[in-house]
């Protein structure tokens, strides 16, 4: 039997200005992951989910931020004497998400990717995959279906990619990242390229994301998203059963409907079951 444990911060005790100066990181939005999601419904592309083992602690406090000093591990040095001087982001830490954010965009940099001007969090890059045709049209997401024409099996510089573009593109979602390609062999040298800084592994299909299950027609390609499993969560959170064309509301449910109806003296046990379900509604718009 195997014990594991993880070292993590009281990032509540940090104070913004003193410990740290940004925690802001920037997501992909669902409008911008729908797109790409589409994408896989063209002949050869296929989405790809990366998993990073403790994603946090590979990127490394950058030299101007400010000094952070920890307790130290239990059982291990005397906690009178010493503390740990940080080098490296730990989980807890307020300011975290923003370091590996900051890492991940200079490894897809670094792997000439372009930065999406529309959603910061996308990064797309487009190889020539022809020995002997020069691209006259300059590829992008936008003109993605001029650049899929074949190629000839020999003229091709990716086996793998029957298109005179190859195209990689990776959307971050804080520690959890998609890559929408046609190109396996492509998605593999970006593999390869992230191995060198942190350890990294590429895991397919991808049927579930953020809570949304897609599905893919075998024989048309049709694309689907839906999130049947989150609504009947949500329904039976609330005590709402669902029947063919019905919905029954319990008791509980009746309750928050009438005291949200009536002008009552407002207490913490509505206002809190009131912004749950404001929230939730919120979420499940997105698709």
Same mark, same amino acid.
């Given at each position: 039997?195997?014990?594991?444990?993880?070292?993590?911060?009281?990032?509540?005790?940090?104070?913004?200005?003193?410990?740290?100066?940004?925690?802001?990181?920037?997501? @992909?939005?669902?409008?911008?992951?729908?797109?790409?999601?589409?994408?896989?419904?063209?002949?050869?592309?296929?989405?790809?989910?990366?998993?990073?083992?403790?994603? *946090?602690?590979?990127?490394?406090?950058?030299?101007?931020?400010?000094?952070?000093? &920890?307790? &130290?591990? /239990?059982?291990?040095?005397?906690?009178?004497?010493?503390?740990?001087?940080?080098?490296?982001?730990?989980?807890?830490?307020?300011?975290?998400?923003?370091? !590996?954010?900051?890492?991940?965009?200079?490894? &897809?940099?670094?792997?000439?990717?372009?930065?999406?001007?529309?959603?910061?969090?996308?990064?797309?890059?487009?190889?020539?995959?022809?020995?002997?045709?020069?691209?006259?049209?300059?590829?992008?997401?936008?003109?993605?279906?001029?650049?899929?024409?074949?190629?000839?099996?020999?003229?091709?510089?990716?086996?793998?990619?029957?298109?005179?573009? =190859?195209?990689?593109?990776?959307?971050?979602?804080?520690?959890?990242?998609?890559?929408?390609?046609? &190109?396996?062999?492509? @998605?593999?040298? *970006?593999?390869?390229?992230?191995?060198?800084?942190?350890?990294?592994? @590429?895991?397919?299909?991808?049927? !579930?994301?953020?809570?949304?299950?897609?599905?893919?027609?075998?024989?048309?390609?049709?694309?689907? =998203?839906?999130?049947?499993?989150?609504?009947?969560?949500?329904?039976?959170? !609330?005590?709402?059963?669902?029947?063919?064309?019905?919905?029954?509301?319990?008791? /509980?449910?009746? !309750?928050?409907?009438?005291?949200?109806?009536?002008?009552?003296?407002?207490?913490?046990?509505?206002?809190?079951?009131?912004?749950?379900?404001?929230?939730?509604?919120?979420?499940?718009?997105?698709?």
């Amino acid at each position: 039997m195997s014990h594991r444990s993880r070292f993590v911060t009281k990032g509540y005790s940090q104070v913004q200005g003193l410990h740290y100066f940004e925690n802001y990181a920037s997501v @992909a939005s669902f409008i911008t992951l729908s797109l790409l999601v589409v994408l896989t419904s063209i002949p050869n592309f296929q989405a790809l989910h990366y998993d990073v083992s403790v994603a *946090f602690i590979q990127s490394k406090l950058d030299s101007y931020h400010p000094p952070v000093y &920890c307790e &130290c591990a /239990e059982g291990y040095e005397d906690r009178r004497k010493y503390v740990y001087s940080l080098h490296r982001y730990l989980y807890g830490m307020k300011d975290s998400p923003r370091g !590996w954010v900051q890492l991940f965009a200079s490894i &897809c940099t670094d792997f000439r990717q372009t930065r999406l001007k529309s959603d910061e969090s996308v990064f797309a890059k487009f190889v020539n995959n022809s020995k002997t045709r020069i691209q006259n049209v300059q590829p992008n997401l936008a003109n993605i279906i001029e650049v899929t024409d074949h190629v000839p099996e020999n003229d091709g510089i990716y086996s793998d990619c029957p298109h005179a573009t =190859a195209i990689l593109s990776i959307a971050s979602y804080v520690d959890d990242n998609l890559a929408f390609t046609k &190109c396996a062999a492509l @998605a593999a040298e *970006f593999e390869v390229h992230c191995n060198v800084k942190f350890p990294i592994n @590429a895991e397919e299909p991808v049927n !579930w994301y953020l809570s949304v299950e897609y599905e893919r027609d075998p024989i048309t390609k049709a694309v689907s =998203a839906h999130k049947h499993l989150y609504i009947d969560k949500l329904l039976k959170k !609330w005590g709402i059963t669902v029947q063919p064309s019905t919905y029954t509301i319990s008791t /509980e449910s009746r !309750w928050v409907v009438k005291e949200l109806a009536e002008p009552v003296a407002i207490h913490e046990k509505l206002v809190k079951g009131y912004q749950a379900l404001v929230g939730i509604f919120l979420y499940h718009q997105v698709p």
